[in-house]
């Protein structure tokens, strides 16, 4: 039989060893995507561009989505500095696209285009 001291040490070694043990897991099988969505761009978008603009889509205008593509394609100076160009039409909005200057911060605004950025990029 052991010491209690001896225990106690073991018991802890175990729960350290455990915890680490989940911690490696969650490392190992949590992929990146779910990463970035749990980003404040990400909530952002969620929040207020999703109703519209679901899995980088466009349910008014199918054509108009935010796939690299289009993107280069609909907005201006996108090819030159891409992420003002989107903070532009997120600002601004244009046809049924409504302006959202007044309803984010400029924050906010900057990280939902590093988003809508990063997602086009990785083709959504």
Wanted: charged share 20%; glycine share 4%.
């Amino acid at each position: 039989m052991l010491e209690p001291d001896c225990e106690e040490n073991i018991l802890r070694i175990f729960l350290l060893v455990f915890v680490l043990a989940i911690a490696i897991l969650k490392l190992i099988f949590i992929p990146p995507a779910l990463a970035a969505e749990a980003s404040i761009g990400a909530k952002i978008f969620n929040n207020n561009c999703a109703s519209c603009h679901i899995g980088g889509g466009n349910i008014l205008i199918s054509e108009k989505t935010l796939h690299k593509e289009a993107l280069s394609k609909y907005l201006e100076n996108y090819a030159e500095d891409a992420i003002p160009a989107i903070i532009h039409q997120v600002q601004y909005g244009k046809n049924a696209m409504p302006p959202f200057k007044d309803k984010l911060t400029e924050q906010e605004i900057l990280e939902v285009a590093a988003y809508v950025f990063q997602k086009s990029e990785q083709g959504w």
